[in-house]
């Protein structure tokens, strides 16, 4: 997960075989909370065995958080992509709230490390449904490994929001474009952000009042299209709202045929500076995030090319 290095802010919905498979769960968790002393006692004891300096704890110790520490139950898990495992988990308690593209610090039960991983999904279904959607890729990490490999239905851990990478436009802001530069698994809270985007371009449809959004577009690399994640719920944005939200994705390292479908979306090789400059306007913002010098470059970019330090915002991960 990524520690923050500058800031500026659809009611999807939930998978068929989610509905099925954990209706019964999750309708039956939604009283369910640990006690007080039991979440104190998690985050503290995590908070103090979490001394390294690469630990996520460390790296974000000055971003600012939510007081709210929240218990929250695994309703389901899916395999995004060979590397990449996505957890859906119910937050019962109604304290808990989040802007699209912030993260959670992730406290697990008998794992002395705590997590940081980003949000996925819309703030409008934790409003609605009550849960939220992380999708972690495989490493090392004590926290990574858990979910990988021992992360079950019913586990229960805790979670707390931070960050100041967010999308959180009020109903009489101006109206903007938005730009989404994604990397690997920092494709996690502009997915977000592009959710949250199409859920007030809904609400206005229907209500005829809100924040009105400009036009998206999503730039969004990774090795393989079998990497690219959360592809089928990009590209049926794309085509809910053809005039409103745009992709292009990028495969660095294809070794296998592209399939029909995902074809006319697709470009073999990197990303360029020069595509995302022919989208810089003053009614546009940047949100960046992905491996630290992908950042680096999109980000510098775009200040050689006068856009606004306030309209570039971008979080790296390692």
């Known amino acids: ?91 019962a308690d109604t304290n808990f709230s989040f802007k699209a593209g912030q ?52 586990s229960e851990v805790a979670v707390r929001v931070g960050g100041e990478f967010f999308f959180d436009p009020q109903p009489t802001d101006a109206p903007r474009n938005l730009v989404l530069i994604a990397g690997g698994v920092g494709i996690n809270p502009l997915l977000s952000i592009l959710r949250h985007s199409a859920d007030l371009h809904r609400e206005r449809a ?20 079998s990497e690219l994640l959360f592809k ?24 296998t045929q592209i399939s029909a479908e995902l074809k006319p979306y697709i470009m073999e090789g990197r990303m360029t500076e020069k595509e995302i400059r022919d989208h810089i306007s003053t009614e546009t913002l940047f949100y960046i995030c992905g491996p630290p010098p992908m950042t680096d470059f999109f980000s510098k970019q775009l200040e050689k090319n006068h856009v606004p330090k306030e309209h570039i915002c971008f979080e790296k991960w390692w």
């Open 1 to 91: 997960m990524a520690c923050i290095i500058f800031t500026m802010a659809l009611a999807i919905l939930t998978p068929g075989w989610l509905r099925s498979s954990v209706e019964a769960i999750c309708t039956q968790a939604v009283s369910w909370r640990l006690t007080t002393s039991t979440l104190r006692h998690l985050m503290l004891t995590s908070i103090m065995r979490s001394q390294k300096k690469s630990d996520h704890l460390e790296r974000t110790a000055s971003v600012l958080r939510r007081e709210v520490v929240a218990a929250a139950k695994v309703c389901g898990t899916t395999d995004e992509s060979p590397s990449v495992k996505s957890l859906h988990l119910l937050v």
């Open 103 to 154: 993260w959670v610090d992730f406290f697990i039960p008998g794992v002395s490390v705590v997590g940081g991983f980003s949000i996925c999904s819309s703030p409008r279904l934790l409003e609605q449904e009550r849960m939220i959607e992380l999708a972690v890729k495989y490493t090392n990490h004590p926290p990574a490994v858990w979910i990988h490999n021992k992360c079950a239905l019913n």
């Open 206 to 225: 229907e209500r005829g009042n809100g924040y009105e959004i400009g036009t998206i577009t999503l730039f969004y690399s990774a090795k393989n299209t």
């Open 232 to 255: 089928r719920n990009i590209l049926d944005l794309v085509n809910e709202f053809p005039e409103k939200i745009a992709c292009r994705l990028y495969v660095t390292k294809q070794t």
